[in-house]
């Protein structure tokens, strides 16, 4: 598979396009925003993205998606019920944002969901304490961490829905992974490994 992270919007957040097996057949995780840049280099590439992931609801990992659904009109959108909120936008420094449930052809997933999109195969991972619905998205190339695992850190748990105890419950469910070593592509940031965060980041360290 192929990665290609691209940082985009306000939170320089990561949009990750992937690349299957077969040329041409991709998936984007989380089209942060600017659309016409996650567009062009989808076409520039020649992949036809068959799905958006997301790993969780976030605005400011999901503001590309109506424009992407202009676009490719049958993609279906990936998010955990728990990150759908019941309106169809929030409020946010005087700006109105969309929620996920205002995206069209949304899919409901769950902690071990199997998903093969594109041809790769993709395991779903629940991962709350960032935000209820957070999720992991593993692949056998690499772990797509949202908003759960940054190089070195963690995400915050002091947004609305936030958790700090599932965050630490979830940190502990990814040291338990029977996984030696696998690319870990963030939320925000670099790159980074599980076996680097196992031994550097304090906040796993804490929680074996
Ligand atoms: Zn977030």
């Known amino acids: 598979m192929q990665i290609i992270r691209v940082p985009v919007g306000a939170f320089i957040t990561n949009c990750y396009i992937a690349e299957g097996q077969e040329p041409g057949r991709g998936f984007l995780v989380d089209p942060a925003d600017n659309p016409k840049k996650l567009i062009s280099i989808l076409e520039e ?9 997301l790993t969780h609801g976030h605005y400011d990992h999901i503001l590309a998606v109506p424009k992407l659904q202009e676009r490719w009109k049958e993609i279906p959108v990936y998010c955990n019920a728990k990150d759908i909120p019941e309106s169809l936008t929030e409020y946010d420094m005087g700006q109105q944002f969309p929620t996920v ?20 195969e993709i395991t779903v991972m629940e991962t709350p304490g960032h ?3 957070s999720v992991l998205f593993l692949t056998k190339d690499a772990i ?38 696998i690319t870990l592509c963030p939320g925000h940031g670099d790159t980074t490994t599980l076996k680097w965060e196992r031994a550097h980041n304090s906040y796993l360290k804490m929680c074996r």
């Open 45 to 53: 590439k020649q992949i036809c993205p068959e799905a958006i992931l």
């Open 101 to 120: 449930r205002a995206f069209k052809n949304v899919k409901t997933i769950e902690d071990g969901q199997e998903l093969v999109i594109a041809g790769t």
């Open 131 to 133: 935000t209820p619905g």
């Open 144 to 181: 797509f961490t949202g908003d759960t695992i940054f190089q070195g850190s963690i995400g915050r748990t002091d947004f609305e829905g936030g958790n700090e105890r599932q965050m630490m419950q979830s940190l502990r469910k990814i040291n338990h992974l029977a996984i030696e070593d």
